[in-house]
């Protein structure tokens, strides 16, 4: 893998060859990706789409997480205004892990019909040295929407030369929306910025004078070094749980790269291994960190269930040969677990669960489920690709259950929900709309603001799905006083009957 030469890296439709549109079972959907490069999956598309995701917003929630940066939204001023909905988390996130972070700050050039036809190459100038007088940051990241590219702004060679005039740091970011169809090229789009201008090695010289034990002592402690590569779907708690059972194998953890600042992202080259969160998210950043650096890396499944949790541990501990370290601390955390899960299996067992959101993911909250005695009766992946293998591991019983494919696709959904009737339905943040109407319990997949990841994950989405589970009364109510938006004669359709494949 190495795509650091080209402008901006390859879309997922090309180098995962991942798909956006299925429908069947957990078992056809792996068959499937066996044989996707014939193409059973890969190409296949919708005959109607209700919606669909765009890379630039999906950017931006990793790019509005990095410390001491100002964002560029380089397009019309709808690109990234979504960004107003966490103004508010992402300052209080920020200085969870520094108190004296600034919020987040970001500017539009706000093109217009005016510029279509000039070029945008004027606004971009302006609002980089803008940027640069005004907040003093470390970093300045220009995020190209759709309409610069159409027109053909250079924005490379711009930023190149405005680099001259600005003390920041100027990382371009190619992530315009009409690209791809699969908004996870986003987490590429970003690590290719993030690789070429923010990841080098630290500026500091080891004195020769350095006395040997020193030396020795801190090659030791690089020797225990591992990145956990985070996700902006991760909490501070997720955070502290992973760093406990790490710290607990004696490793020092570093997370990369959401909250963090420019400097996290040079000490990260002095590891001994880049740990992946989530395959999905990762692949791009840590192949190209072990071709640049020699840094080997580790892309396995998701901390989240137990099962996944001890896998990830004894995968991490197997690399530093801390083996039987890890199997002893897995015993007592199982043992711990078990016992403080047993009153919220007595509640939740027996309930039909539906889950939708990214594939990693859903697929990992799923082994929560099975583990608390429910019933998962469905799942709705944004999309699909090689990562869920090692994921799909950790389930029992699963390859008669339902398995669709679908960047958002809210109609699809909606018929599933009425075939299906789940009792509890698990769903991506923001992805709440529809679903709500259902008057179904709802759990979010995911909460920036709540522990989901490791031992103490699986609990608190016990504690919290069982509140859940208590009182739905307001989904009721939306229920019975709104309706929702699709005529009758769709749900009499088969919800799949709008995919292509190839
Ligand atoms: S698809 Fe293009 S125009 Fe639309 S929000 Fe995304 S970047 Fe902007």
Same mark, same amino acid.
């Given at each position: 893998?190495?795509?650091?030469?080209?402008?901006?890296?390859?879309?997922?439709?090309?180098?995962?060859?991942?798909?956006?549109?299925?429908?069947?079972?957990?078992? *056809?959907?792996?068959?499937?990706?066996?044989?996707?490069?014939?193409?059973?999956?890969?190409?296949?598309?919708?005959?109607?789409?209700?919606?669909?995701?765009? *890379?630039?917003?999906?950017?931006?929630?990793?790019?509005?997480?990095?410390?001491?940066?100002?964002?560029?939204? &380089?397009?019309?001023?709808?690109?990234?205004?979504?960004?107003?909905?966490?103004?508010?988390?992402?300052?209080?996130?920020?200085?969870?892990?520094?108190?004296?972070?600034?919020?987040?700050?970001?500017?539009?050039?706000?093109?217009?019909?005016?510029?279509?036809?000039?070029?945008?190459?004027?606004?971009?100038?302006?609002?980089?040295?803008?940027?640069?007088?005004?907040? %003093?940051?470390?970093?300045?990241?220009?995020?190209?929407?759709?309409?610069?590219?159409?027109?053909?702004?250079?924005?490379?060679?711009?930023?190149?030369?405005? *680099?001259?005039?600005?003390?920041?740091?100027?990382?371009?970011?190619?992530?315009?929306?009409?690209?791809?169809?699969?908004?996870?090229?986003?987490?590429?789009?970003?690590? &290719?910025?993030?690789?070429?201008?923010?990841?080098?090695?630290?500026?500091?010289?080891?004195?020769?004078?350095?006395?040997?034990?020193?030396?020795?002592?801190?090659?030791?402690?690089?020797?225990?070094?591992?990145?956990?590569?985070?996700?902006?779907?991760?909490?501070?708690?997720?955070?502290?749980?992973?760093?406990?059972?790490?710290?607990?194998?004696?490793?020092?953890?570093?997370?990369?790269?959401?909250?963090?600042?420019?400097?996290?992202?040079?000490?990260?080259?002095?590891?001994?291994?880049?740990?992946?969160?989530?395959?999905?998210?990762?692949?791009?950043?840590?192949?190209?960190?072990?071709?640049?650096?020699?840094?080997?890396?580790?892309?396995?499944?998701?901390?989240?269930?137990?099962?996944?949790?001890?896998?990830?541990?004894?995968?991490?501990?197997?690399?530093?040969?801390?083996?039987?370290?890890?199997?002893?601390?897995?015993?007592?955390?199982?043992?711990?677990?078990?016992?403080?899960?047993?009153?919220?299996?007595?509640?939740?067992?027996?309930?039909?669960?539906?889950?939708?959101?990214?594939?990693?993911?859903?697929?990992?909250?799923?082994?929560?489920? *099975?583990?608390?005695?429910?019933?998962?009766?469905?799942?709705?992946?944004?999309?699909?690709? %090689?990562?869920?293998?090692?994921?799909?591991?950790?389930?029992?019983?699963?390859?008669?259950? +339902?398995?669709?494919?679908?960047?958002?696709?809210?109609?699809?959904?909606?018929?599933?929900?009425?075939?299906?009737?789940?009792?509890?339905?698990?769903? &991506?943040?923001?992805?709440?709309?529809?679903?709500?109407? &259902?008057? +179904?319990?709802?759990?979010?997949?995911?909460?920036?603001?709540?522990?989901?990841?490791?031992?103490?994950?699986?609990?608190?989405?016990?504690? %919290?799905?069982?509140?859940?589970? %208590?009182?739905?009364?307001?989904?009721?109510?939306?229920?019975?006083?709104?309706?929702?938006?699709?005529?009758?004669?769709?749900?009499?359709?088969?919800?799949?009957?709008?995919?292509?494949?190839?």
């Amino acid at each position: 893998m190495n795509f650091l030469d080209a402008k901006a890296a390859p879309s997922r439709e090309d180098r995962l060859q991942a798909s956006i549109a299925f429908g069947g079972t957990c078992g *056809q959907v792996k068959t499937c990706k066996q044989a996707v490069s014939q193409g059973c999956t890969n190409l296949s598309s919708r005959r109607f789409t209700m919606t669909q995701g765009c *890379q630039f917003t999906l950017s931006l929630a990793i790019l509005n997480t990095l410390r001491n940066a100002v964002i560029i939204m &380089h397009g019309p001023v709808g690109c990234g205004t979504c960004s107003t909905a966490n103004i508010g988390q992402n300052k209080t996130f920020k200085q969870l892990r520094d108190p004296n972070s600034e919020g987040l700050i970001w500017i539009s050039t706000n093109l217009g019909e005016a510029d279509v036809i000039g070029g945008g190459e004027k606004k971009l100038r302006e609002a980089v040295i803008y940027a640069d007088r005004e907040f %003093r940051p470390e970093t300045i990241i220009v995020a190209n929407s759709c309409v610069p590219a159409l027109i053909g702004d250079d924005i490379d060679t711009i930023l190149t030369e405005l *680099q001259k005039e600005t003390a920041a740091v100027i990382m371009p970011v190619h992530c315009e929306g009409f690209k791809t169809k699969l908004m996870a090229t986003a987490y590429d789009a970003v690590y &290719h910025g993030v690789l070429k201008k923010y990841v080098r090695p630290p500026d500091r010289n080891v004195p020769l004078w350095e006395p040997e034990e020193k030396k020795l002592r801190e090659s030791y402690r690089k020797s225990r070094n591992v990145n956990v590569l985070n996700v902006g779907s991760m909490s501070r708690a997720d955070e502290v749980e992973l760093r406990r059972l790490l710290e607990a194998l004696g490793l020092n953890v570093t997370f990369i790269p959401c909250y963090a600042e420019p400097e996290d992202f040079q000490y990260a080259l002095e590891t001994s291994l880049n740990v992946s969160i989530c395959g999905t998210h990762d692949d791009y950043f840590v192949g190209h960190l072990e071709e640049k650096y020699r840094i080997p890396f580790m892309v396995d499944t998701i901390p989240i269930g137990r099962r996944n949790t001890s896998v990830w541990l004894q995968k991490i501990a197997e690399r530093f040969g801390l083996e039987q370290e890890a199997e002893r601390l897995i015993e007592a955390e199982n043992a711990l677990l078990d016992e403080a899960l047993e009153p919220y299996r007595k509640q939740l067992s027996g309930k039909r669960v539906y889950i939708a959101g990214g594939e990693v993911r859903i697929l990992a909250t799923a082994e929560v489920i *099975q583990d608390l005695g429910m019933e998962v009766v469905g799942f709705k992946a944004h999309h699909y690709d %090689r990562f869920v293998e090692p994921v799909f591991e950790a389930l029992k019983n699963i390859d008669t259950v +339902l398995f669709s494919v679908a960047t958002n696709q809210p109609f699809e959904m909606s018929n599933i929900l009425n075939r299906l009737k789940p009792d509890v339905l698990i769903t &991506h943040v923001g992805g709440n709309n529809i679903a709500a109407k &259902h008057g +179904l319990p709802l759990f979010p997949l995911f909460g920036p603001a709540h522990n989901y990841c490791g031992y103490s994950g699986v609990f608190e989405i016990a504690r %919290r799905l069982n509140k859940t589970v %208590r009182n739905f009364e307001f989904n009721r109510q939306i229920a019975r006083n709104t309706a929702l938006p699709f005529k009758k004669s769709w749900y009499e359709q088969e919800p799949f009957s709008y995919i292509k494949y190839v």
